[in-house]
């Protein structure tokens, strides 16, 4: 059997950012419930040197939708980082499952071997396709989308690893 790097990208971006959206929704009917300042959730930190949570969410968004504009050979879209609410997360990631239902299959399964270039100046990086996506976009998308999800569980919500996972 072959690799498919389809199968190994967007599905599983599909799959994490369709969580996450729930996610979203648990945290923002959480805050409501407890009478919470949403900006509490959405600005927390585990630790004082990493980003907030609204930064984990737009920066999974950003791996899913750069991986697949790379992988199918295509500009990646810029998406200015303005969101401030849970909805404004939740359409940033409808925006970018939108994306990537977008990008055609094939020129994804053709990628393997893609020459693919991240970054600028000093923080250029070279991949072929394969390792570009299995050491580089799919584990920081993982690293924010658990990043996020580990802070609004340690912030109380009621959620475990079934929402976390999702459905697939």
Same mark, same amino acid.
Request: net charge neutral; charged share 20%.
């Given at each position: ?19 996450? %959206? =729930?996610?979203? *929704? /648990? ?5 409501? @419930?407890?009478?919470?300042? !949403? ?20 920066? %999974? =968004?950003?791996? *899913? /939708? ?5 992988? @199918?050979?295509?500009?990646? !879209? ?91």
């Amino acid at each position: 059997m072959s690799f498919s790097m389809y199968s190994a990208s967007v599905p599983v971006f599909r799959q994490i950012l369709n969580s996450l %959206a =729930a996610v979203l *929704a /648990k945290a923002e009917a959480h805050v409501e @419930a407890k009478k919470i300042d !949403p900006a509490a959730l959405l600005q927390y930190r585990l630790y004082p040197d990493m980003l907030p949570f609204i930064r984990q969410i737009q920066i %999974a =968004a950003d791996f *899913a /939708k750069g991986a697949g504009a790379r992988l @199918a050979g295509q500009d990646v !879209p810029s998406y200015e980082d303005t969101e401030k609410s849970f909805a404004d997360l939740r359409q940033r990631i409808a925006r970018t499952l939108a994306f990537l239902d977008s990008l055609p299959q094939g020129d994804i399964e053709d990628s393997a071997g893609r020459a693919i270039t991240t970054g600028s100046g000093e923080k250029t990086r070279h991949f072929d396709g394969q390792t570009y996506l299995m050491h580089y976009a799919l584990p920081h998308f993982f690293f924010h989308a658990t990043t996020a999800y580990d802070i609004l569980r340690h912030n109380g919500l009621d959620i475990g690893k079934k929402d976390f996972i999702g459905s697939w």
